[in-house]
């Protein structure tokens, strides 16, 4: 059975960094690719990093506004982390781990953490 925990969340001022991290057990060799996203309150739920493991090693993509300042890693099969730098207010919200199984058309998700960022 498949479980995504995430852990790292909190309260950190404008210009403060957090890193989460989501810990994937179960047949974790299931998922090449996994991710963040992330809603804030009253908002639709958005994408912002993926990682996906290759031949070459891992592929990161992130939506634009994230760029230059949040950083996806893979620590191991079991682990993938978001560190988050020069947050903004507006990033507050709840950060969902992400697994779609690449075998099977089905997305796992975490319980969610959440990141405040104060003005």
């Known amino acids: 059975q498949v479980g995504l925990v995430e852990s790292g969340g909190g309260v950190v001022e404008a210009g403060g960094s957090l890193r989460l991290s989501c810990a994937v057990s179960?047949?974790?060799?299931?998922?090449?690719?996994l991710g963040w996203y992330r809603q804030a309150p009253g908002k639709q739920r958005e994408w912002v990093a993926t990682?996906?493991?290759?031949?070459?090693?891992?592929?990161t993509n992130y939506v634009d506004s994230v760029k230059g300042r949040f950083t996806i890693s893979r620590e191991n099969t079991k682990m993938v982390t978001l560190q988050m730098n020069s947050l903004k207010p507006e990033e507050t919200g709840v950060y969902y781990c992400?697994?779609?199984?690449?075998?099977?058309?089905?997305?796992?998700w975490g319980q969610g953490t959440q990141v405040t960022v104060s003005s």
């Open positions: 990682i996906t493991e290759g031949i070459t090693g891992g592929t």
């Open positions: 179960g047949n974790v060799f299931r998922f090449n690719t």
């Open positions: 992400h697994a779609p199984d690449r075998f099977l058309s089905i997305d796992y």
